[in-house]
């Protein structure tokens, strides 16, 4: 399968570094993150091959363990962090409940595998991401994981370790299933808890609810815009593909966070990703 069967090159030609086409999609990426913590490309990739994808995770979901724990909206997530007072944002417990679908998992032919494993599309997020170099996230579970939820399953209010994601909305529930977000909630000199407890109460004004179609590549500033994904409605399900990168080659994730997420632990590099 070619890149022009996956991605609307004629829209977003990321195999041409030279293209206008190119440093404009760049620059709309850049843009809308520094805007607002978030940019979606629309119609990223083509139809057909957005169904395609979905097949695939329809077809792999059964697979997978559902996860639920506790949840908290700081890291480590599934504990307080510290010592802080009854009701304070950092003490505020949620449950967390979804699904993964490890890279390993993907077939050969795959259209998400393909996409994350095409060299310019790498060398495109890096463009993005302003760095000088960028490698496919070596884990063999984590570096293209399809996330999914089933009816119910919610991810909470959070903050993320990672500057960064990249994410393809694969499938969208009828009814539910919202990514929903506080653009730069907080700063690396303010935490910012009183319009955090706003957002945990549901009395804020600066939560946005995102709209997004199968297919649209989404680009997140998450670490410092607080947001979660709502729950799928009954008989619904959400599945994003997760595209993940590292600055340095080879790094693969913890066992303890393998099994954390994916209920299972593969430790062993797949060989299809170069670097
Ligand atoms: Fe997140």
Redesign the pocket.
């Known amino acids: 399968m070619a890149l022009d069967s996956i991605v609307d090159v004629a829209r977003y030609p990321i195999q041409d570094v030279d293209s206008p086409g190119f440093e404009s999609a760049v620059a709309e990426a850049r843009a809308g993150l520094a805007e607002d913590g978030c940019a979606v490309l629309k119609g990223f990739v083509l139809a057909e091959a957005a169904a395609a994808m979905a097949a695939e995770g329809e077809r792999l979901r059964d697979a997978t363990i559902p996860v639920e724990r506790a949840f908290w909206p700081y890291p480590p997530y599934q504990r307080a962090d510290g010592d802080w007072p009854d009701g304070h944002p950092r003490t505020r417990r949620a449950l967390r409940r979804n699904r993964f679908v490890g890279y390993d998992m993907l077939g050969d032919r795959s259209p998400t595998r393909l996409l994350y494993e095409t060299p310019a599309m790498t060398e495109f997020v890096r463009e993005v991401a302003g760095v000088d170099v960028l490698y496919p996230y070596a884990d063999p579970l984590g570096a293209c994981a399809l996330s999914i939820q089933e009816a119910g399953e919610a991810?909470p209010w959070?903050f993320?370790v990672t500057h960064f994601?990249v994410s393809l909305l694969v499938h969208e529930p009828e009814e539910g299933g919202r990514f929903q977000y506080a653009p730069y909630l907080r700063s690396d000199d303010d935490e910012n808890y009183d319009d955090v407890t706003r957002v945990l109460d549901g009395t804020s004004d600066r939560v946005v609810d995102l709209d997004m179609r199968p297919g649209d590549l989404q680009f997140f500033e998450?670490r410092h815009s607080m947001?979660r994904v709502t729950a799928p409605a009954p008989g619904t399900w959400r599945c994003i593909a997760l595209l993940s990168y590292c600055e340095k080659p080879g790094v693969i994730g913890s066992e303890e966070t393998q099994r954390h997420l994916y209920g299972r632990v593969n430790r062993e590099p797949l060989l299809r990703i170069a670097g």
């Open positions: 991810l959070h993320d994601v998450g947001h």
